[in-house]
């Protein structure tokens, strides 16, 4: 799967027109990174839910099932000091907090008011009523998805993968959301980003250990963020 990835995405490389990656370059940018911070990666306890096991892995499985939709972050009502992406996850973590977790019962029933109501956003703004559609399509599924297939309990789901980011990310891939697939020259390109965060963010988590824990989780390619190509132009 994950060499599906990199031989995917190496065939729009090949053939881009505008875009070209200078390969010699590579080793030395590669050399630049700072890895002792990279490996010593945390959560942020001021934006994201920390606490207790089961609950951390309901929050971020929630999370980064809506960790989408960059291109309305510009029209979003942020928290002060807060981007896109801190904003939306901090007010899931000030729900938790409030609220208790979500249950797969009460996702599978969220209306698009009650998603705009937890995420702070004006039901009627234009520009970002369409983001929380599909926030609240993504979450329906999420819902149906733990539910039927792992008996209301998100943990079930993390056990179903047997400590590999290889068959996490597969059992992502039934829900639309999480299938993220494009075609470039009538080619399918693979990206399945938000199902790679979530194996990564669960590392992160549990410091690679105990359910946070992947066999090989080196296999993990670069997430396709939207800021990535920013370093090829």
Do not use: W
Request: aromatic share 14%.
């Amino acid at each position: 799967m994950f060499n599906t990835i990199r031989s995917s995405c190496h065939a729009v490389a090949a053939h881009a027109k505008h875009v070209h990656i200078q390969y010699h370059l590579i080793p030395k940018y590669s050399a630049s990174l700072p890895i002792d911070k990279i490996l010593s990666t945390e959560l942020d306890p001021l934006v994201h839910y920390i606490d207790h096991e089961e609950e951390k892995i309901q929050y971020l499985v929630i999370l980064n099932t809506i960790n989408f939709g960059s291109g309305y972050f510009p029209f979003l009502n942020k928290r002060q000091g807060r981007s896109g992406y801190f904003s939306i996850a901090s007010c899931l973590t000030d729900y938790f907090k409030s609220n208790g977790p979500i249950s797969s019962e009460v996702l599978i029933n969220l209306s698009f008011n009650q998603v705009c109501k937890l995420f702070e956003q004006p039901p009627d703004n234009d520009h970002t009523a369409e983001l929380m559609v599909y926030f609240k399509q993504a979450l329906n599924d999420l819902g149906i998805f733990i539910t039927q297939q792992f008996d209301s309990n998100f943990v079930n789901l993390i056990y179903a993968a047997d400590s590999k980011a290889e068959k996490l990310v597969n059992l992502l891939l039934s829900m639309p959301f999480f299938n993220d697939i494009e075609y470039y020259q009538y080619q399918p390109v693979y990206f399945f980003k938000r199902a790679q965060i979530m194996v990564s963010d669960l590392s992160i988590a549990f410091q690679n250990k105990g359910l946070g824990h992947f066999d090989d989780l080196y296999n993990l390619t670069m997430f396709a963020d939207n800021l990535a190509p920013h370093v090829l132009t």
